[in-house]
């Protein structure tokens, strides 16, 4: 059996992460998650006998440390951290506070023989980008903001520990991801949300500001066959969608599949955190998806059929 811990495993990625890993009967999997920003309702434990949830806070190195020593962990997907741009930017003092727990993480990985992390760092990294498609490698890292720093400072912890201590890693860089369990403040869901209640669609800015989006079935099979192909290790890998389309035609698009009467309504621009541009270099991505990625529209339908998280 091999043991696996998600933490942040009630949010959206990491409760979907949990379901695919579930599927096969040979591993047990432990999620923890503090539900201040997840929600236990996301979390597969009734569909898997071989899903365990325990409400902890991986920052806590008392409440954390309790679990590692009681399970002995093979993996760990870190996803725990606090998420949303505006939750983000309201909050900085907290968001620094998630790297107490990349470090707890890390300390008791080391300590109980844990063979590989895994870890949920940000397209955020690469702040206002100087080069397109961004290149895990190449292109430079231009973060500003804490939610961005801090995930800069997790990459760094996982270099150092297995550079010291042989600790290997693997760094996921989530561009955006949308499906139907995302919460309902992330862009898409709140669009659909309006849409489907024909309610005014808000735009910051302009709308020109571009982004690519990923489906979460393309984003959970390129992770899980990371884990089960040992591919990356040691190594970073962007995760994302390769279409760049703009946030204006994102509502426009939404719209017209929801046959919406929504209109749109252009509000001042964020102060800070909202990149004008971003475009992945998804080489490394398409080496773990040997198909084609599903359609943005494609993923769009999906997400208005199964509308249960996002009209709570």
């Given at each position: 059996?091999?043991?696996?811990?998600?933490?942040?495993?009630?949010?959206?990625?990491?409760?979907?992460?949990?379901?695919?890993?579930?599927?096969?009967?040979?591993n047990?999997?432990?999620?923890?998650d503090n539900?201040?920003?997840?929600?236990f309702s996301?979390?597969?434990v009734?569909?898997?006998?071989?899903?365990?949830?325990?409400?902890?806070?991986a920052?806590?190195y008392?409440?954390?440390?309790?679990?590692?020593f009681a399970?002995r962990?093979?993996?760990?997907?870190?996803?725990?951290?606090?998420?949303?741009?505006l939750?983000?930017?309201?909050n900085?003092?907290?968001?620094?506070?998630?790297?107490?727990?990349?470090?707890?993480?890390?300390?008791?990985?080391?300590?109980?023989?844990?063979r590989?992390?895994?870890?949920?760092?940000?397209?955020?990294?690469?702040?206002?980008?100087?080069?397109f498609?961004?290149?895990?490698?190449?292109?430079?890292?231009n973060?500003?903001?804490?939610?961005?720093?801090?995930?800069?400072?997790?990459?760094?912890?996982?270099?150092?520990?297995?550079k010291?201590?042989?600790?290997?890693?693997?760094?996921f860089?989530?561009f955006?991801?949308?499906?139907?369990?995302?919460?309902?403040?992330?862009?898409?869901?709140k669009?659909?949300?309006?849409?489907?209640?024909?309610?005014?669609?808000?735009?910051?800015?302009?709308g020109?500001?571009?982004?690519?989006?990923?489906?979460?079935?393309?984003?959970?099979?390129?992770?899980?066959?990371?884990?089960?192909?040992?591919?990356?290790?040691?190594d970073?890998?962007?995760?994302?969608?390769?279409?760049?389309?703009?946030?204006?035609?994102?509502?426009?698009?939404?719209?017209?599949?929801?046959?919406?009467?929504s209109?749109?309504?252009?509000?001042?621009?964020?102060?800070?955190?909202?990149?004008?541009?971003?475009?992945?270099?998804?080489?490394?991505?398409?080496?773990?998806i040997?198909?084609?990625?599903?359609?943005?529209?494609?993923g769009?339908?999906?997400?208005v059929?199964?509308?249960?998280?996002?009209?709570?």
């Open positions: 059996m091999t043991r696996i811990l998600i933490t942040g495993g009630a949010g959206f990625i990491g409760s979907c992460l949990a379901e695919k890993l579930a599927s096969n009967p040979e047990l999997i432990v999620i923890v539900l201040r920003t997840g929600e996301k979390v597969p009734s569909a898997h006998n071989n899903i365990r949830f325990i409400k902890c806070d920052n806590d008392r409440d954390i440390s309790a679990v590692f399970n962990f093979d993996y760990v997907f870190h996803y725990a951290a606090l998420v949303g741009v939750r983000t930017l309201q900085p003092v907290a968001v620094l506070d998630d790297i107490a727990g990349i470090e707890n993480i890390l300390k008791l990985s080391k300590n109980t023989g844990v590989r992390v895994y870890f949920s760092s940000s397209s955020e990294v690469y702040g206002e980008p100087v080069e498609p961004q290149n895990e490698h190449t292109t430079p890292l973060s500003r903001l804490p939610y961005a720093i801090v995930k800069n400072v997790g990459e760094a912890y996982l270099r150092s520990y297995e010291e201590f042989g600790l290997e890693y693997t760094i860089r989530f955006n991801t949308f499906g139907p369990k995302q919460s309902k403040d992330f862009v898409i869901s669009f659909i949300r309006a849409a489907l209640n024909n309610e005014t669609i808000s735009i910051y800015g302009d020109s500001q571009t982004r690519t989006f990923c489906f979460i079935d393309d984003n959970i099979e390129a992770c899980t066959n990371a884990f089960y192909q040992n591919m990356f290790v040691n970073v890998v962007n995760v994302g969608g390769t279409i760049e389309i703009t946030i204006l035609e994102v509502a426009q698009t939404i719209i017209r599949l929801t046959g919406s009467s209109e749109i309504r252009f509000v001042a621009p964020l102060e800070e955190g909202d990149m004008t541009r971003r475009k992945p270099d998804t080489a490394k991505m398409s080496k773990l040997n198909r084609p990625l599903i359609g943005f529209e494609e769009l339908l999906q997400v059929n199964n509308t249960s998280y996002i009209l709570q």
